[in-house]
C-alpha cells in the first residue's frame, strides 16, 4: 500500500464547490425559501428547571397571520422503540426538541408558532401562557452529586460498575478502566504528581446558524432542508420523534457553515414538520445567534484529578484520572470516550480510570470534535509535562521515553494497529519551532493527542459521462473539502484529473445510506466505498474495451485513464481512453455506473503533538500566542490543503477554548453571553499563522492508508496552551480558560 | 404595518424594495431583494458574515435599517466578480483552501477587498487587524490571511512573498 | 474458542472473572453465550462497541470469530 504511487492523492486541486461559495451562491441551510412559506419562532424557557404545570397556547391563534401553534403535548409520547444507538436515546432527544413536562434549562423549547412574518410569529409566541412551577436548578457537578441535589429525571438510576447509587440521582453513568495494581505502582514511582482542572462548557461556535424549511405534501410526505451533518440521522430521528413513517421524510441538506459535532443531531425539524402539517404551508425555522448558544449542544463542562507516578529514568508506572462531566439537560456527556483517551498515549503498567456522566440544567451537551478528548488531554497533558519538568526532561523526550506503538494494549483493551505517535513527536523535535529563541515572559509548550476516526455505514455510486467524465455521488454533508477528496480518490482510480469528477452530496433518496459526516470519519470509511465503486467502474470500462477489441477481460489492462492491451493480446491495437469508451458505452453494454457500500471498523488512531509559545503580558494578564505547530498522522492526505485546513481549525478552536471560551451562567442558569460578543472566539489579530506538517503512516484498515483528521486537532491545544503558559509564569493553570483575570491573580500572587 | 418603498443601487444597478421600517438591511437584501450571499451570523455586529459596502465603506449589513440605504450605494458579494472574471481574492481563496465551510467567506472576501481598496500592501499585522472583525471558525485564519496576502502581493506586481506550500 | 477479556468494570458482572473463553461463531453468539453464564452482563455488553482482534465495530453483531479471536466490549463513542 505505501509502495503506490500516487497520481492525483496528495495533489491540491480547486475545490469543485468553492466557485459557488466564493461568489456567494452557494445555499446555506437559511438560504431556502419556498412559494407560500410561513415564518416559525420557539417559544422557549425563561427558568433553567421547573415543571411545566399548564400551556395555552390559543391567545397566539388570535394574532393577525398566525396560522400554527404547537406544545410538547403535540408530539407522540416518545418510546424506546425504535432507539437509534447511534444518535442517543430518543425519549431524550424528543423532550430535548421540545419539552412535554419539565423545562431543563433556560432556553429549553416550550411552543412553537408558524406566522406569515417572523414578527407575527414572535408577538404569536410572547402571547402563549405557561405556568411554570419553578424547581431550583443544578448548575455545576458538586451540587448536582451532592446528597441533596435537586433531581433532574425521576427515573434516571446510575448505570455502571458498583459502588453506584440505586435511587434516582443526577449521574448518569460511570465508566471505569483498570489495570495492574494502582497502589502498588505509585508504591514504585519516584516522583508523584496529583492536581485537579476544571474546563468550562464551551460552544462549537459554528459560524451558521441551525436553520430548516420543512414542506407537507397532502398525501402526508415531507421534505426537509436543512444544514445537517447527517441528513440520514435527521431523517430517521425526525421520524422517531414525529412518529411520521421514515420513508415518508425525504432531507435534503444544504451547504453547510460549519458544524463540528453541533449539527449531527436535530433542534428546529420536528417543529417546522408538525407546524407545516398543521398549517398546510411550508415553515422556516432559523435559529438567532443567542438561540443557538441558550438551546444546542455546547461540550461538557468537566473536572478530571489526575494523580501520575514515574521512575527517575522517565518512565511513567501509575496513573490515576477521575472525571466528572456534565451532560447537561439529558444523560449522555462524552466521559466514556474521555475515559478512553485519557492515558491511551502512554504505556502506564497501573492504571485506574473513572469517569462519571452528570446532568445539571444546562443545555445538552452535543458531540464537539474528539468529544471528550481534549478536557481529559487538557489535565494529563499537564500532569506529564509537570512530570517531565520534576525529572528535569526534555517534554517531547519524556513523552518518546513513554508512548504507545504498534502492538502496545490500549487502556481500553485491544492492541493498536500501525499508528504514528512516536513519528509526530520526533517531527515535532526537529522542527525549527521547537528551538526558537524565546524572550523574556515567554514560554514553550508542548502536548500530544489523539482521536479514534469511526468506521460506521457509507455508500457511495460513481456514474460515467459520455464524454468520459465522472460523477461521484455520496450521503455526506461536505463541511470542509470532502468534495474535493472524494473527487481526487474516483479521478486516482480511473486515471483521470480531479476536475474531470463531479462530487455530488446526495439526499437521502438519492444516495444509499451514509452515516454522519463526523467521526473523522469521511475520508476513510466513505472513501472506501468511493474507491471500490471506482475501482468496478474501472473493471466495466476494460470489459467495453475488451468488447471493442474482441478480446478477453484479461487481454485489457488499465492504465493512465486508458485501456491498454496486456498479455498478448490485440497486441494491434490504439489504446482507448475514457472518451472513446464512454462514447460507444450504448453499444457496449449500456450506461457505466457502479455503488459500493462498505461499513468498516474504526481507523486507527491518528495521533498529534503540538508545540505552542506563548508570551504573558506582566501588566495586563493577556496571553498572546507568539508560535503555533501541529504535527499530525494523516495517514495518507489525500487533498493536504483541507488536511492543514483541519489541524489550523482545531487547533485555533483549542486555543479558544484555553484562552477565553466559556458559558457563563448567572445563579439561576441563565446564559449571561450568549452572543459572539461576549463569547470570545479567536478573531485574526487572536493568533498567529499555524504551521503544520503531516506524518504519513499509513492506516493498516484503508487501502491508501488514510485515517480521518478533523478532531485530533482539537485535542491537544487546551493542555499545550497551558504547558505554554506555565513555562512563561512559573504557574500551573489548571482551570480555564486561562483569562487575563487569572493570570494577573496568579502572578500578583508571588 | 406600512411597509416603506426604497430606492438605492446594488452593485452598480439602480434597485428598489418594500420593507419595514425597522429592517435591517441584511433581511432586506436577504428577504426582499433574494440576494442570498450575504450571511448572518449574529445579527449583532459581531461577525462579519453580512458584510457589505455602503457608499465605498465596509460595514455589517445586520447593523444598518434598510431604509437607510435609500439613494445610496450598496455592493454585496454578488457584484464581486465582473463578469466571467472571478476577482483576484476569490481566485486566491480558491488556491489557498481559504474556505472549508465557506460561510465565512462572502464576508471575509467583501472584508478583504475593503482593505485592498485602502491599503493595497498591508502587512500580515494590518490584515489581521483588519479582518478581526470577521470570524472563521473552521480555518484559523491561516490560510485566509496567506489568500489576502498572496492577492495583494499578485496585485501590485510583486511575488507572492506569503505564499507556502498551499498554493501549490 | 474465542477469548473475551473484561474490563474491570465488567468483570464485576462475572464474578471477577477478567478472562472467559468462549465457543461462539459471531459476535452476537458470543454475546448471547456470556448473557446466558453471567446474567449481570445483559443490558451492558449488548450496548457496547466491541474490538475483535483489534478491530473496533460499533455493531459487530454479526463479526465473525476466529477460534483464537482476542474480544473486548469497549464504551461506545461519538465523534464530531
Ligand atoms: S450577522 Fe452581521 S455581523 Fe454577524
Ligand atoms: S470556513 Fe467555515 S466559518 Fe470560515
Known sequence: MSERKFKQVGTRPIRHDGLEKVTGRANFGADYSLPGMLQGAVLRSP????????????????????????????????????????YGDVPDLANNVIARDKVLYHGHAVAAVAATTIEAAQRGAEKIRVEYEVLPPVLDIESAIAPDAAILHDDLVCQGPAPVPSSPTNVARRTLLSGGDIEQGFADSDVVVEREFTTPMVHQGYIEPHATVVETLENGNVTIWCCTQGPFA??????????????????????????????????????AVELSRRSGRPVKLVMSREEVFRATGPTSAGRVRVKMGARKDGRLVAAEVVMYYEAGAFPGSPVGAGCMCALSAYCFDHFV??????????????????????????????????????????????????????NDVAPYGPKYQAIGFRETLEEARKHPNYSATLGPNQGRGVASGFWFNAGLQSSASVHMNEDGTAIVTTGNPDIGGSRAAQAIMVAEELGIGAEQVVPLVGDTESAGYTDLTGGSRTAYATGMAIIEASQDIVRQLRERAAKIWGVELDGVAWEDGRAVPSNGAASDVEPLNLAEIAAQMGATGGPIVAQAAVSPPMAGPGFATHLCDVEVDQETGKVTVLRYTTVQDAGKAVHPSYVEGQMQGGAAQGIGWALNEEYIFDENGVVENPGFLDYRMPVASDLPMIDTVIVEVANPLHPYGVRGVGETPIVPPLACVANAVAAATGKRFTDLPISPPRVLAAIDGD | MARMHVETTINGESAEFLCQPGESLLDALRNELNLTGTKEGCNTGDCGACSVMLDGRLVPSCMVLAPEVEGRSVGTIEGVAQGDELHPLQQKFLEHAALQCGICTPGFIVAAKALLEKNPDPTEEEARYWLAGNLCRCTGYDKIIRAVLDTAAEMNGTNGAATNGAAG | MAVVVFSSALAQHTGGAGRVEIEAARVADLVKALCERYPGLRGHIDKMAVAVDDEVHSDARFVRLKPDSEVHFLPRIGGG
Open chain 1, 47 to 86: 427558568h433553567a428547571h421547573a415543571k411545566i404545570v399548564s400551556i395555552d397556547t390559543s391567545p397566539a391563534l388570535e394574532v393577525e397571520g398566525v396560522k400554527a401553534v404547537i406544545s410538547g403535548r403535540d408530539f407522540p409520547i416518545p418510546t424506546r422503540e425504535g432507539d437509534r444507538q447511534q
Open chain 1, 234 to 271: 435527521v431523517r430517521g430521528l425526525t421520524a422517531s420523534v414525529t412518529g411520521i413513517e421514515l420513508s415518508k421524510i425525504k432531507v435534503i441538506p444544504s451547504e453547510i457553515g460549519g458544524g463540528f459535532g453541533g449539527k449531527t443531531t436535530i433542534y428546529l425539524e420536528p417543529l
Open chain 1, 353 to 406: 480510570i473513572d469517569g462519571y456522566d452528570v446532568v445539571t440544567t444546562k443545555p445538552r451537551v452535543a458531540a464537539y470534535r474528539a468529544p471528550g478528548a481534549p478536557i481529559a488531554a487538557f489535565g494529563v497533558e499537564q500532569v506529564v509535562d509537570e512530570v517531565a519538568e520534576r525529572l528535569g526532561l526534555d517534554p517531547i523526550e519524556l513523552r518518546l521515553l513513554n508512548a504507545v506503538q504498534e
